[in-house]
DNA sequence: ATGGTTGCTTGGCAA
């Protein structure tokens, strides 16, 4: 079972890159992050002539948004106003596998504006709290045995080599310490495993997105992994491959993200 | 500390 993440940055615009997706990769979920749409205007149509019968979503004028687009059925929908805020970042459901129910978080974390400083950036602020959030929400779980994947634009590039350059980014929002800190605190809160890096060693460059303000981002390869699958350490041995599908950033009207899949060896045979 | 580009929306914000 392939579950994807993908920052879209408007989903009326990125239909056609959607649809070229879904003919690629095929995936059983796919999670949405800026979808830039009301639920009034919502694609659902569209979605659903992909494939897609199962679509739980929230979303606002202009800015964030989030949805999930699934095969199979889905239950639980959940949307929380993280920090109550008032922005659509965060959106959840639940399935059943043959190894039992998995909840699935799919959250668009406040990129955090260009100054990190939280005196005098309050969007920088903003981050930092709704990850310490996060960190506290998973830790006070009731049932922490759950089977649970959180994914999504988590706009922290962690690792040395989740960016091109450790040492020039430090300062940069989505690479300084602090947040870095948090995030780290944050997977430890259920031990979330980071399945990219299941496959792809610390030591190896990975990116999920490159900038639109550079000359040639793509070309000089000046990335930043800021899309992340996670999952609790009970869903470790069905893990079994992921991918970063960078092509599509060379697409025509791109994303400055990239889709980015995990595949999940949990379905019964018989539904497929 | 800026600048650069994109999307939504049509001036300016957010990324």
Redesign the pocket.
Known sequence: MKIVSW?I??????LPLLERFVKESNPHIICLQ?T???DEDFPLLAAKALGYDFIEFVGE????GVAILSKIPLKKKNVIDVLDYG?KRHISVAFDTKIGEVELHNF?I??????ADVALNL?FD?KLKFIDWMSQYFLSLAQKKKNIIILG?F?IAPKEHDVWSHKQLLK?VSHTPIEVEKLNKMQESLDFIDTHRMFVDDSQKLYSWW?????DPLGANKGRRLDHIWATPSLKDCVKEAKVYKDFRAAT????HVPIETYFDFLEREAF
């Not at 940055?9 to 990125?14: A, E, G, P, Q, Y």
């Not at 900038?211 to 000359?215: G, L, Q």
């Open positions: 920052n940055n408007s989903l009326r615009l990125r800026e830039k749409v009301v004028k202009s800015y964030n922005h668009y406040p990129a955090g504006g260009d100054i969007k903003h634009d706009n940069t900038s639109y303000r550079a000359a009207q791109p994303s400055d």
